[in-house]
């Protein structure tokens, strides 16, 4: 029953996309497990770029069943759009599969999250405002709209006029916003949505377990990364759920001894969207440099992300909070005109060395980055397919990495297509 989850090990945008694509073609179902349609990965196919927010990577694959579980909060006009979006282009989306249990992110969540932002002014804390958290926070209070309730007009109006009551005195009374109508937005969901998200909608918890039982390969799909985790990240600059791999069991319905591969997903340096402590990051030409080569914009938000350099110290907690079996390191190709790079092997809080991730946000907010440098390589990695095309101090500087993370660098990423990556370690 071999399942494999895939894990961002940064905060974000590290290319899981890309590298769930390349894992995926030995899977059978490729299930996404927490977050929202406020996570974009970009594929490149033949040339042909693909901007997924919220359907599995795994949907560029006839043979996959892609599935969006549980544990993820699901905007049905958005997943209808991309589903729209995708057969326009030629991708068979009728494979596609998601829980009933999954909660729906409605039109208020949306402007609460646009306002709560507002009003946090400049201790905001750079959501999306695709109404993520908003929707995480009605699960947890039981307050919530599920997938499946879309399919019975009784139990979603019942639903939404009760959550309503509550939602419009908030709007009128602290923001002075005009609310809902509950039977208008029951009337344009029931009657717009529903009928074309029924044909996905699906027990996953079975599907995935028939999956395993019938000895297929299952890879689980995380969105956002690691130090966005609500509970482990850099709170409170964090998601609203879980992407650590403990979470692919909640949000997928497995138990952990099903999954027997972890794989983390690393940038050669390290970006960040929004507020939050990021002791790498970089505000000279060497930062622009980065943010330039390596394309670091959002793919949904738009937003300039900000560049630092590799940060072994967080990884190495990575590597355990999520039990890493290996690690892919993406955009390595975006040094190659580099005379050298540095790379974060520790941090200085006033005066005392930590070669592990404080606990404490006051110290990691003054850590000081302790970097070592390597010379650059100075040729074009973007050809490179195997080990023997990469120059000495390219292998060099992964060694280094792989030193410093404690877990072997399986795939090493040389530019932005399928094809461009290489197999490093065994």
Known sequence: MPATVVVGTQWG???????????????????????????????????????????????????????????????????????????????????????????????????????????????????????????YADKASRVGLRVQDLLDADIFREKLEAVLAEKNLVLAKIYNRLGFDPDELADRYLTEVAPRVAPYVADTVSLVHESLERGEHVLFEGAQAT??????????????????????????????????????????????????????????????????????????????????????VMLRHAVRLNSLSEVAITKLDIFDSFDSIKVCVAYDVDGVRHDHLPYHQSDLHAATPIYEELPGWKKDLTEARERHDLPPNAVTYLQFLQEQIGVPIRVVGTGPGRDQHVLFSD
Request: hydrophobic share 35%.
């Open 227 to 312: 130090f966005l985790d609500l509970d482990h990240g850099t709170y409170p600059f964090v998601t609203s759920s879980n992407p650590i791999a403990g979470g692919a069991c909640v949000g997928a319905g497995v138990g952990p001894r099903h999954i027997d591969r972890v794989i983390g997903i690393a940038k050669a340096y390290v970006t960040r969207v929004g507020s939050g402590p990021m002791p790498t990051e970089l505000f000279d030409e060497t930062g622009d440099t980065i943010v330039d080569l390596g394309h670091e914009y959002g793919v949904n938000t738009k937003r300039r992300r900000r560049p630092g350099w590799f940060d072994a």
């Open 13 to 135: 945008d590290e290319g899981k996309g890309k590298l769930t694509d390349l894992v995926a073609k030995e899977m059978h179902a490729v299930v996404r497990y927490q977050g929202g349609h406020n996570a974009g990965h970009t594929l490149v196919v033949d040339g042909e770029s693909f901007a997924l927010q919220l359907i599995p990577s795994g949907v560029l694959y006839d043979h996959i069943t892609p599935v969006i579980g549980n544990g993820v909060v699901v905007d049905p006009v958005v997943m209808l759009s991309e589903v729209d979006a995708l057969e326009s282009r030629g991708v068979d989306c009728s494979r596609l599969r998601v829980s009933g249990n999954a909660h729906l992110i409605l039109p208020y969540h949306q402007e609460l999250d646009r306002l709560i932002e507002r009003h946090l002014g400049k201790n905001k804390l750079g959501t999306t405002k695709r109404g993520i958290g908003p929707t």
